[in-house]
């Protein structure tokens, strides 16, 4: 099975803090996504990279950034909090081999921004 | 926009097969079908994907109708840890862009009674 994890399950951190959020995924991977959700809002890309070192932006880059160095980690950074960043933080992961390979989910992180 | 549409919630008796409708019928030849599911505070977890033919895994069936604008999740034997929100997505393979974010819409609750 596809194993996702999210480094913290929950966190709190404060205004102005740089905050790491860490994805790393066993199934060898190319394609790997963060995502947050909201309620009302469902789930919003925020990046995604699709090699080492690849990242796109998604929907709502502005005041994250990423980072992936190896291939089976994918990193989101909150360059300064805020409190608007309090949300639901899911990372996944795909194959981009072809039969339309789904993306599979962390457990997620939920972040609250004081 | 999600181009799915689903009832908000469903009822289903412990044991009994669940059928979950979705109506996508604006799916374009090149979009799968994808079937998530979602427990409270957890992450999307995926269950099956189709292009055309039916599908069935250990999990779940897919029937997708000859016409492609609509489909059926069928968990066979639901339980009471089946109960969460079902999301029905329609996409295209990964080409490499941000066209290939998951795209929820608000899904079906399916609350399982024992």
């Known amino acids: 099975d596809v194993k996702v994890t999210q480094s913290s399950r929950y966190l709190v951190k404060r205004t102005g803090e740089k905050v790491f959020l860490e994805c790393v995924q066993d199934?060898?991977?190319?394609?790997m996504f963060w995502y947050r959700q909201d309620p009302g809002l469902g789930l919003r890309l925020i990046y995604f990279s699709y090699d080492v070192k690849m990242k796109e932006k998604g929907d709502i880059p502005e005041g994250y950034s990423v980072s992936r160095e190896k291939k089976e980690r994918f990193s989101l950074i909150l360059e300064s909090a805020s409190t608007n960043q309090t949300s639901m933080y899911l990372c996944a992961s795909s194959s981009p081999q072809g039969g339309g390979q789904p993306q599979h989910f962390g457990d997620g992180t939920r972040l609250s921004i004081l | 926009d999600a181009k799915t549409t689903q009832p908000p919630s469903m009822d289903c008796a412990e044991g009994r097969a669940a059928n979950l409708p979705c109506n996508h019928s604006t799916i374009s030849g090149n979009e799968y079908v994808y079937w998530y599911r979602q427990i409270h505070s957890q992450g999307p977890q995926y269950i099956i994907h189709?292009?055309?033919n039916n599908e069935t895994n250990e999990m779940a069936s897919l029937i997708i109708t000859e016409d492609r604008k609509s489909s059926t999740l069928i968990l066979p034997h639901a339980t009471l840890r089946d109960t969460a929100v079902y999301y029905c997505i329609v996409r295209v393979a990964f080409d490499g862009g941000a066209t290939n974010k998951l795209i929820f819409g608000t899904g079906t609750l399916l609350a399982v009674q024992p």
């Open positions: 189709g292009l055309k």
């Open positions: 199934m060898d991977h190319e394609n």
